[in-house]
C-alpha cells in the first residue's frame, strides 16, 4: 500500500450513513464503498437503501454495502435502528448523520408544526441516535485511530439566509453548535466529530432548484467557484475525515460549498 493510500484508507471499517438513499448520504456512502468499508445503508424508505446497496454492490469495489430501513423521526424508530445496526456489528468505525427534512413556506404561512418536524430529524435525531450508538463507536476507538462522526449541516446554518426555510436553516445552525459541543464531549473518548456545511449538491432536497442540468448551472452561477458540488466533492471531504489522514480534526464545520460560507450577498435558490 502506498503512502497516499494507507493515509486516505477506510478499509476494513464499518459505517453507518443514515439517509443514504439519495443525494450526499449517497455519494459518502459511495465513497466509503469504493474506498473497502462496510457501510450500512439506512432510510425510511428501505426499498430504496436495498437498492442503492444492489447497485453499489456491483460496482466491483472492495468494500461492500448493507441496505435497510431506518427511521430516524421519532425514539421507536430510533431505537428500531440502533437494534438494527448491533444485530450486524459490534463495532462502529464511522457514523454519518445524514438524515434530513426540509420545509419551505412565506413568512407569513410558514406553520408552526414545521419546527417540531424539521428540529426533530435535523437536531435531535443526530443528538440522540449518536449517544445511543456510543457503546459501537467507543468499541471502534483507540489512540491511533478514533471513531468518527459526522454531522450535516449547512452553508445556510453558517450563513443569514433563509430561502423560506425558517426552521431548516436554525436547524443547521444548531447541528453545528451541538457538533462542536459533543466534539468536546467525546474528545477524551476517542471518538471525533465533525460536521460538513455543504452548500448546493443535486438532491432529492433540492430537486426544486436542481433537477435539470439547466436549473443546476443557474444555481451554480450563484457560487463564486461557478457551480454546485459534485458526488467527488463530497467523497474527498468524507475519506479525509474518516482516513488516518483526519484522525487530528474534531469540532471541524468543513465548508464544502464553494466558497458560499465567504461570500456576501449570497443567494441560493431565490433570486
Keep these: 500500500m502506498s503512502y497516499l493510500d494507507e493515509l486516505f484508507s477506510v478499509a476494513g471499517k464499518t459505517a453507518l450513513v443514515t439517509g ?3 443525494g450526499i448520504g449517497r455519494m459518502a456512502a459511495t465513497a466509503l464503498v469504493r474506498a473497502g468499508a462496510s457501510v450500512m445503508i439506512a432510510s425510511r424508505k428501505g426499498e430504496d437503501c436495498i437498492k442503492v446497496a444492489e447497485e453499489l454492490n456491483q460496482l466491483g469495489a472492495p468494500g461492500r454495502a448493507d ?8 425514539e421507536a424508530g430510533i431505537a428500531a435502528l440502533v437494534a438494527e445496526v448491533k444485530s450486524r456489528t459490534e463495532r462502529l468505525n464511522i457514523l ?21 418536524k424539521v428540529f426533530g430529524v435535523n437536531v ?15 468499541a ?18 453558517t450563513q443569514p439566509l433563509a ?6 436553516t436554525a436547524s443547521k445552525a444548531a447541528v453545528h453548535h451541538l457538533t462542536r459541543t459533543l466534539a468536546l464531549e467525546f474528545a477524551a473518548r476517542r471518538i471525533t466529530v465533525n460536521a460538513f456545511a455543504p452548500g448546493p449538491f443535486q438532491s432529492r432536497m433540492t430537486a426544486f432548484a436542481t433537477g435539470t442540468d439547466e436549473q443546476a448551472r443557474h444555481v451554480g452561477s450563484h457560487v463564486p467557484i461557478g457551480r454546485i458540488g459534485a458526488p467527488d466533492d463530497i467523497a474527498g471531504a468524507t ?33
Excluded at 140 to 157: E, H, K, Q, W, Y
Excluded at 242 to 271: N, W
Design 20 to 22: 443514504a438513499a439519495t
Design 124 to 138: 435531535t435525531a443526530v443528538f440522540h441516535l449518536t449517544r445511543e450508538l456510543l457503546p459501537l463507536l467507543d
Design 96 to 116: 454519518i448523520n445524514n438524515a434530513g427534512v426540509s420545509w419551505g413556506a412565506p413568512l407569513e404561512s410558514f406553520p408552526y408544526s414545521a419546527w417540531a
Design 67 to 74: 441496505g435497510f430501513v431506518g427511521d430516524v423521526s421519532s
Design 140 to 157: 471502534a476507538a483507540s489512540d491511533a485511530d478514533p471513531a468518527r462522526v459526522i454531522n450535516l449541516g449547512s452553508v445556510m446554518g
Design 163 to 168: 430561502d423560506d426555510a425558517y426552521s431548516y
Design 239 to 271: 475519506l479525509y475525515l474518516c482516513s488516518r489522514a483526519g484522525s487530528y480534526v474534531t469540532g471541524a464545520i468543513l465548508p464544502i460549498d464553494g466558497g458560499q460560507s465567504v461570500q456576501h450577498g449570497l443567494t441560493l435558490f431565490k433570486e
